[in-house]
Every structure is written in C-alpha cells, then in structure tokens.
C-alpha cells in the first residue's frame, strides 16, 4: 500500500469546508436581505417576509408527519426501483395537503376579512407549496448521498434569488417592492422544482413513479414521535413573531425579525460550521457502551461551539449600533436593548442545540420530541402573556426563558442518559 501523500488530510476536510461555505454564502445573503428589506422597503414588509419564513419552516414540519427521518433510514443504498415509488408517495402526500390546506385558509381569510390582499395571499401560497416539496426533495438526497447537489440547490432556492432582488433594487427604486422580492422568490423555487422533476425522470427513473399508500399509513403509524419533535421544534422558533404580529403590528414584527436575523448569523455559522461537522463523530460514540468516549467529544464539541459562537456574537454586538445608523429607522434604535436579550437568547439557543445533537446521538427521541414540545407551550404562552403587557421587549425575554429552559432540560436529560452507561 502506497504511503498517504501530505495532501490528504486538505482533501478529507474540502468537502466539509465547500459545504460550510455554501452555508455561509445562504447565511449571508438572507442576511442582507433583511438589511435591504428594512432600508429600501419598510418594516412592516420585513415583517411580512419574516412571517413568510417562519411559515416555510413550519409547514414542512406540520405537512410531513415526521415521516422525514422515517424515509431517510429506510431508502439509504436501496435500489432506485424500490426508492422512487417511496419518493413519490412521500412528496404526493406533500402536494395533497397543501391542495387540501390551502383553500380552507384562504376562504378563513376572506371570510374573517382578514386584511391581507389576495394576490400576496396567492403569493406566499405558491411559496409555501413550492419551497415544501424542494426541502422535502433536499432531504431525500442527502439521504441517497447527493449532499452537493442538495446544498447546490437549496443555494439557488435560498442564497441566489436576494443577490439580484438587491442589485436590481439597488440601482432601480421602482424594484423596492415586496411583490417584486416575492416574485424573485417564486421563480428561484419554480426552477429548482424543475430540475428536481428533470432529477426524478432521467434514465427512465419516472418508470417507478407510483403510490404506496400503504407504505405512508405504516410511515404515519411509526414517526409520531418524530412528529411531535418537528412540529414542536419549528413552532417553538418562530412563534413568537406570529404573535408579535398579532398583538404589537408589522412594524415591531419587523424590528424583531431584523434584530433575530442579525443574531441567528451566530447560530447558524454554529450549528453549521461546528455542531454538524461532528454528527458523525458524537453518533458514533453514542453507540458505545462505556460513557467516556462520549463525554469526551460532548466537551470538545461543547467548547469549540462556545468559542465560535461567543467570537460570532461579539462580532455583531460591535457591529449592530454601526449598522443601525445606516439603516436611519428610528424604531430600530428606540429597541436596541431588545437587540441585547435576543443575542443573549441565541448563545443559549446554541448550547441547547448541541446538547439536542447529543440526544439524538444517545436515541433519546420520545425525549427530545417531549421537551420540544413543552418549549412550543412555553414560547406560545410566554409570548401570549408577555408580548401584549410588555411589548416586544417580552417577547425577546420570552425567547432568553425558553431557550434556557430547552438547554437545562437537554443538559439534565443527556446527563441522565450517560449515566446509565457504564462508567470508566
């Protein structure tokens, strides 16, 4: 066997960092859509636009019936034949729900004279279908090892369409226009739903192409738990800018939405560039049967999240105050302080994030999907309570209590856990 050549260490860590890196280029480029929302548009779109992303994040979790990491372990290295039949049937569930969905919401909005124009309502529709079966195909290729091409085009949905709605923005005030960034947005899906069906139909894959409705009610019985999880995890992320909306208006849901995209630039180059690097790592410790090896990793894992992450915060606390005089809003200098608490919610978020990976790791799911859960109840009910008495700054206080509350529970829980396994 030939000697290793000194550059294969550089080429085992290439493809983590192209990945990071595409990860980065989608943080930052939503990022700036925010920053151009609030300066060339107004709060209350950015208010709207957060909403938008929130209900992205949402209806995957409700429409999939955690039958996401359900399909994941079952067609991992199957024959295509036996794969795309599962494929279909999943995304066909998708596309049903949505068409049922869909028109029972909007006929609510008509009727309850929500004020909300019709063609936005169409919009954000469209929206939710498509970027719902795109996140769907993305996890689907992920687990059939098309990482590349599943961040490829998660880019194209996410991280391309912002850089010409803010050139074109830039340079031609008629284009400052939520239906104009809406529109961006729906061609950047519709094509990416395109070159997925290209994916789907080429080498006589659309052969296979069929329903297993037995196979989704088997899926439905056996994800509940996962189900409770997802739905759980998204509401409890963003519902708090659903009922800052509600009882505080689309400007402050603005305000919010801008500071929270300002901070969750530290949780996503966290999450991403850190906690998933060592998925693999901490799972495959998880699976020993003596706890050290373990705890070893937890606590590598825990101090390199922690310095990257408290590095990335001091980065945007220096830089916010900067950032807010560029932007001339005088209702996002009024709420700096409000900025504060929401960076200090995310480094907690962060922490709990990771002690949720070593959860996983440790197959503590019936756990992880019970203390989502009582996060979604505590966020919904905190926001309630304090968001109409003490404005938006109880909704940021609402989210340091939550996220706290998620990381004791975590930590005592994977505690609890390691200590059932034999100890060195």
Known sequence: MPPPTSDQPLRAILPQIALLAIRMAMTLSKFLLAIYTARFLSLADL????LLIGATTIAPAVSCFGMTDWLIRTIVDRPSAEVVPLVTSRLALTFAVHLLAQPLLLGFIIAAKIPIPLPLAAACGVILLLDNLANDASDILIARRHVFLANGLMFLRQGLWPLPVIVIGFFHPP???????????????ALTCLLLLALLFRNGRWRHVGLRLRWLVEAMRGSLVLYVKDVSSAVSAFIDRFLISLFLGLELTGVYTLFWSIANVAHSLSVFGVLQTHIARIVGAGQEDSAKPFREIE??????????????????AVATPVLLILLERPQLDAHLTVFWVILLATLLRVAADGYGFALLALHRDRAIALIALGGALASAALNAVLAPTVGIMGAAVAYVITAAGMFIARYVTCQAALSAKRQD
């Open 47 to 50: 208010g709207v636009y957060g």
């Open 175 to 189: 284009a400052r226009t939520l239906e104009f960034l809406l529109g961006w947005w729906i061609l950047a899906l």
């Open 299 to 316: 606590r590598k894992l825990q101090r390199e999240t922690g310095a990257w992450t408290l590095a990335l915060a001091a980065a945007a």
